[in-house]
């Protein structure tokens, strides 16, 4: 059971919008920033949304978080097939000491 | 160009102690946190532990407290994690990971910005 809760699954049509949901509590979320990885087959995890809402250098703007109380939000727009792959929240736990991680949202463009 | 690459991992028996290296470079290792998380088959990411640039702030996970330590050689740009009494529960992929940090006002946020392609550790009679 994961501390932050992600759907386990989302999917959409090539250029359709989704969105993925992470909900945490007061110790994460409710206090800290919101980061999202993007892990696709076979590579290793990456970057993708920091701060709740900042791009790393070369994401493309399609990719876009946000942020309420304990909960944020990955929103991915005109999908693409490439974006086929799991998705993770993260933020650190104030009340754990540590970083916590969402279960993973597997995204599936149909 | 930052790099991260792991390495040790391998076949070990239950019961049994490994220690994975990272080797870092591309930038200036000891200004960062550096952490350890990972994967199990079929499963979600997992974070393990964090260490500080100058060592003096340490946290692990509960699920590996007390049988894992994080360490690192800034002089060398290495990062280790010494692991004991492995269990089938600890089988995962471990990756290196680099913290990135900012801070403003007295607040600061992180994320894990750099990653490396992970080791692959299997605990199995």
């Known amino acids: 059971q994961s501390v932050l809760t992600q759907p386990p699954s989302a999917s959409g049509t090539p250029g359709q919008r989704v969105t993925i949901s992470c909900s945490g509590g007061?110790?994460?979320?409710?206090?800290?920033?919101v980061n999202w990885y993007q892990h696709l087959p076979g590579r290793a995890p990456k970057l993708l949304i920091y701060?709740?809402?900042q791009r790393p250098s070369g994401v493309p703007d399609r990719f876009s978080g946000s942020k309420s109380g304990t909960s944020a939000s990955l929103a991915i727009s005109g999908l693409q097939s490439e974006d086929e792959g799991d998705y993770y929240c993260?933020?650190?736990?104030?009340?754990?000491?540590?970083?916590?991680f969402g279960g993973g949202t597997k995204l599936t463009v149909l | 160009e930052v790099q991260l690459v792991e390495s040790g991992g391998g076949l070990v028996k239950p019961g049994g102690s490994l220690r994975l290296s990272c080797a870092a470079s591309g930038f200036t290792f000891n200004n960062y946190i550096m952490n350890w998380v990972r994967q199990a088959p079929g499963k979600g990411l997992e974070w393990v532990a964090s260490?500080?640039?100058?060592?003096?702030?340490?946290y692990y996970s509960d699920s590996v407290k007390g049988r894992f330590t994080i360490s690192r050689d800034n002089a060398k740009n290495s990062l280790s994690l010494q692991m004991n009494s492995l269990t089938v529960e600890d089988t995962a992929v471990y990756y290196c990971?680099?913290?990135?940090?900012?801070?403003?006002?007295?607040?600061?946020?992180?994320?894990?910005?750099?990653w490396g392609q992970g080791t692959l550790v299997t605990v199995s009679s």
């Open positions: 260490i500080s640039a100058s060592k003096y702030y340490i």
């Open positions: 007061a110790s994460n979320i409710g206090g800290r920033t």
């Open positions: 993260s933020a650190w736990d104030d009340s754990l000491h540590g970083w916590v």
């Open positions: 990971i680099r913290e990135g940090r900012f801070c403003r006002g007295g607040v600061c946020s992180n994320w894990f910005d750099s």
């Open positions: 701060t709740d809402n």
